[in-house]
């Protein structure tokens, strides 16, 4: 099944599909206010179209628009097209740098791996930071520990360092 873009574009049918729906109630208007976003994510691309805005509102919406589109930016989509209803997005590159990989465990090779850490009150933040992370680390897979346990992720066939830690 196929659908037609705002740009006459012809594309397969969606991923996803979702309405971002803002509703509320003008007293001083004494009037409904309805604002409505559609979002079509393909593999590669994104389309954000406002669909309904109330009239009078016309510039309300289009802040409702550039929020959602800033939502999606923080993710790592990429404008590719924008007009003054709708977005083209670019999905986010994918992993080129490993940074999705994560550290195995040397023994059994699972990915279920701890390490105890240590925070600290940030008393202008009110919350905690951390602080410190210790060098022992557990495997919740195969129940061993050790300072030597961890195997960090290859990135690019070359071994990577971890809180000053090198591959064995």
Not at 54 to 63: H, I, L, R, S
Request: proline share 7%; glycine share 6%.
């Amino acid at each position: 099944m196929t659908y037609k873009t705002a740009d006459k574009q012809v594309v397969p049918e969606p991923m996803l599909r979702h309405i971002h729906c803002d509703s509320f109630f003008e007293t001083s208007e004494d009037r409904q206010v309805t604002l409505e976003v559609l979002e079509i994510r393909q593999p590669t691309f994104t389309t954000l179209t406002l669909t309904e805005v109330t009239d009078g509102y016309e510039v309300f919406a289009a802040e409702y628009l550039t929020g959602i589109v800033a939502m999606r930016l923080a993710e790592g989509w990429t404008i590719v097209s924008a007009g003054e209803r709708h977005y083209h997005l670019g999905s986010p590159p994918s992993d080129p740098d490993g940074s999705d990989a994560e550290p195995v465990c040397s023994r059994c090779g699972s990915t279920k791996v701890v390490r105890d850490a240590c925070a600290r009150w940030d008393k202008a933040n009110r919350r905690w930071v951390l602080a410190d992370v210790h060098p022992g680390a557990f495997c919740e897979a195969c129940e061993a520990d050790g300072d030597d346990l961890l195997q960090p992720p290859a990135i690019d066939g070359a071994s990577a360092e971890t809180c000053g830690e090198t591959a064995p």
